[in-house]
C-alpha cells in the first residue's frame, strides 16, 4: 500500500510564507502533485513534481526529494483566499500510472 | 477555459436506489476518472477509464459500480443499489493523457443516501 503524512492544520497571517510538508511511503513512487480545496469545491491542481528540485509557479512552490520521499509546498505572500485544504497527491508507475492517491489534506487558514 | 462538468450538483436518494451521476470531462481529454470524499475526509480513487474500457478500479469500486462513456461527451458512474455509506461527495476528472501532469476536476455531485 502507501501512505502519505501531512500536518491536518497550518495557520499564518496575511503576507506570510508557509510551507507544507508531505511525506510519502510507496512503491514504485512517479510523482508528487498538490491540489488546493476550498470548502465544498473540486480539488484543483496547482502543481506537480517529477524530479528532485523546486518547481516555481507565480506564489507557490513545490520540492521534492526522492531519497527523503518527502515534499512541500510553499506558499508566499499568503492572502485570505489561499485559506483552503491543500493535498499532496502521489502518483505511482506501471499500470497504476493515472491514479492519485491523496493525503487527508492541510486545513490551512490565512487571518488578516 | 474548458472545464470538467457534473450534473447533478446534488442527489438525496433512498438505500438501495439506483443513482447514475454525470459527468461531461473536457473535450480533447482522452482519459476520465471518478473520486469520491467522505465529508471531513481524504479524496479516494475510484475508477480511471481510458478508451472506453475501465483502465483501473480501487477495492471500492465493487459490483454495485459501473461506468460507461454512452456517447461522445458523457462519462456515468452508477450506482446499482446504494448503501448508507455511499454517501460521499463524487467528483469526475480528465486528463489528457495517462501521464498527464494534471488531472481537471470537476464541481462533484454529493450524493447523500437516506
Known amino acids: 500500500g502507501q501512505s502519505l503524512e501531512q500536518p491536518s492544520e497550518v495557520t499564518a497571517v496575511e503576507g506570510a510564507i508557509v510551507q507544507i510538508n508531505c511525506t510519502y511511503q510507496?512503491?514504485?513512487?512517479?510523482?508528487l502533485s498538490w491540489y488546493q480545496q476550498h470548502d465544498g469545491g473540486a480539488p484543483t491542481f496547482l502543481s506537480y513534481n517529477g524530479l528532485d528540485g523546486l518547481e516555481e509557479t507565480g506564489r507557490f512552490s513545490s520540492f521534492l526529494s526522492r531519497s527523503d520521499s518527502y515534499g512541500y509546498l510553499l506558499l508566499q505572500e499568503l492572502q485570505m483566499k489561499d485559506s483552503a485544504s491543500y493535498f499532496c497527491?502521489?502518483?505511482?508507475?506501471?499500470?497504476?500510472?493515472?491514479?492519485?492517491?491523496f493525503g487527508r489534506g492541510t486545513q490551512l487558514t490565512v487571518w488578516p | 477555459e474548458p472545464e470538467v462538468t457534473q450534473t447533478p450538483s446534488h442527489q438525496v436518494t433512498q438505500m438501495g436506489q439506483e443513482v447514475i451521476l454525470r459527468c461531461v470531462p473536457i473535450?480533447?481529454?482522452?482519459?476520465f476518472y471518478w473520486y469520491r470524499q467522505i465529508l471531513g475526509q481524504k479524496v479516494e480513487f475510484l475508477v480511471s477509464f481510458y478508451n472506453n474500457e475501465i483502465s483501473e478500479k480501487s477495492e471500492i469500486f465493487d459490483d454495485q459500480f459501473s461506468v460507461e462513456r454512452p456517447d461522445g461527451s458523457n462519462f456515468t458512474l452508477k450506482i446499482r443499489s446504494t448503501k448508507l455509506e455511499d454517501s460521499a461527495m463524487y467528483f469526475c476528472a480528465s486528463s489528457e493523457r495517462g501521464t498527464a501532469e494534471t488531472q481537471y476536476f470537476g464541481p462533484g455531485t454529493r450524493l447523500l443516501v437516506l
Open positions: 497527491a502521489v502518483r505511482k508507475g506501471g499500470s497504476t500510472l493515472g491514479r492519485l492517491y
Open positions: 510507496t512503491s514504485g513512487f512517479y510523482g
Open positions: 473535450s480533447n481529454h482522452l482519459y
